[in-house]
């Protein structure tokens, strides 16, 4: 199956196979770094509760100073990298400065120096940078040993301080590893865990119908609750941090003014879409973070309204009629936009087809196109893109600021808005950098969010539910919400 053998796929005792959608791209941790994360592989300097507080990892603590340009970060005594070599703040500043030269969080951010003093590491800033420490949750920011790299600073290996130690990796579909015995925490239940690579849906739901697969991530919910009546398993759907957005060119006619933004919203039947296609009431969207981002999150909002009815007349009050087919048009031409999308989260073509439908309803035309993920940014880059519908993960660090300065800075980002900008927001993400956090940092992210909300350069459609499907063999199985984890070292056997 997918060039695997059976052998290799083969139910092994004591052993965890897991099943994804998402290639392993590469060993570099900038690029394929939240895989060896998730299957409990390496660790990074600090975790994330599922609160969204941090909590010490490879860190025991870390304070900074008065001038808040120098942080520090004491290094866990005890911990051992799967080769036997011991961690020490020498070695986490060795992978952390070549994890800065390749593109990610680390890169962008005002980071001037990251050195060893004893059993401290201590990063230098050229600016305050209140969110520092949630720069070090990111799965780019894994530390892994010097055998890792390469002369050239290039991951070649993945040596890392997790329960599990790879074994086999055989990149872009699969890898193996077993238990670590030298692990400085809890150890793990399971002797050793698998990852698969299966891009199509239907390999997925046949893997863990016939046993090869213990847990299959990204079920659409139809084919998970099927499951659950013709298998071995059970269905587990948990809010995460993400949130399915609909990405909109503000250079096209119809999308250039926030008015015509909002209208497309109001065409968008969110609680249907939550009701028969995710089936999850809880991610039905009133804005663009969810209540897991405390500070950024608007509360008291109401839902949105869903009027079809109102999107036309909308469209109507700015200057655009109906032509001969019912569809909205100005100067001769129509409102067709194609709405790109792709089949990694089986749920996303789903939500764009009845978007689509929805649009029709209010006199948009509108085309589906279900491609490859890398066509939304493409398009973003060669400016072809209308729209583009995506799951935006806004928690790939515990505060949402790092993917909002890239996303909806002005000119926007790959993901996130698209010839749009605010001189406002500009100003405040500027002042956010240089806040102390507490009661400013949240006023302005506040304020920030606002702005987002009221602009719609990007229009929030659901909070997003990961749902996988589980073999009732196992127990204790959970997800962190910032999906930073699987927490695989705690799941045990089912009695």
Request: charged share 20%; proline share 5%.
């Amino acid at each position: 199956m997918l060039g695997v053998s059976s052998e290799a796929l083969a139910r092994k005792d004591n052993i965890i196979d897991v099943v994804c959608p998402w290639e392993i791209g590469s060993t570099d941790s900038t690029r394929s770094g939240h895989v060896f994360r998730w299957m409990s592989i390496s660790e990074t300097l600090v975790g994330v509760e599922p609160d969204g507080a941090m909590k010490p990892l490879l860190a025991t603590a870390w304070s900074v100073d008065d001038s808040r340009l120098v942080w520090r970060f004491k290094i866990r005594e005890g911990v051992t990298f799967h080769n036997g070599k011991p961690l020490t703040a020498d070695a986490a500043a060795f992978s952390l400065n070549a994890a800065r030269t390749k593109p990610g969080v680390l890169a962008k951010s005002p980071i001037a120096e990251i050195a060893a003093e004893g059993s401290e590491l201590v990063v230098r800033l050229s600016e305050p940078f209140a969110t520092l420490p949630s720069l070090f949750t990111h799965a780019s920011a894994q530390i892994l040993e010097a055998e890792s790299y390469d002369a050239d600073g290039n991951t070649v290996k993945v040596i890392g301080t997790g329960p599990f130690a790879i074994t086999v990796l055989q990149t872009p579909q699969r890898l193996a590893a077993k238990a670590y015995a030298g692990y400085w925490g809890p150890k793990p239940a399971a002797e050793g865990v698998t990852y698969l690579a299966a891009p199509r849906s239907e390999t997925r739901t046949l893997m863990v119908q016939s046993g090869d697969a213990d847990l299959a991530f990204n079920m659409d919910a139809a084919s998970l609750k099927r499951l659950e009546m013709t298998a071995p398993v059970k269905g587990f759907s948990t809010p995460v941090a993400r949130t399915v957005t609909l990405k909109l060119n503000a250079a096209r006619p119809g999308l250039d003014t926030a008015r015509g933004r909002n209208a497309i919203n109001a065409a968008i039947d969110r609680q249907g879409i939550a009701a028969s296609i995710l089936r999850e009431p809880k991610s039905v969207a009133n804005q663009q973070f969810s209540p897991m981002f405390g500070d950024w999150f608007l509360e008291g909002l109401p839902q949105f309204r869903y009027d079809p009815k109102f999107t036309r007349a909308e469209f109507k009050a700015m200057g655009w009629s109906e032509d001969a087919d019912g569809y909205l048009a100005k100067d001769g031409k129509r409102l067709s936009l194609v709405l790109t999308t792709f089949s990694d989260r089986p749920e996303l073509p789903i939500i764009a087809t009845s978007i689509q439908e929805s649009l029709r309803q209010a006199g948009i035309e509108a085309k589906v196109s279900v491609n490859n993920a890398s066509a939304i940014p493409a398009g973003h880059h060669d400016g072809s893109l209308d729209m583009g519908m995506l799951a935006r993960n806004y928690g790939v660090v515990r505060d949402p600021f790092v993917v909002v300065t890239e996303d909806f800075r002005s000119g926007g980002g790959d993901w996130g808005a698209m010839n749009w900008g605010s001189a406002e927001l500009d100003d405040l993400i500027a002042k956010m950098k240089l806040s102390d956090g507490g009661a400013e940092y949240k006023a302005l992210s506040q304020r920030a969010a606002r702005i987002i909300h009221d602009e719609m350069p990007v229009i929030p459609v659901a909070w997003h539910v990961q749902t996988v499907a589980v073999s009732k063999d196992l127990a204790n199985f959970s997800i962190d919400p910032f999906q930073l984890t699987w927490n695989l070292e705690k799941v045990t056997w089912a009695k």
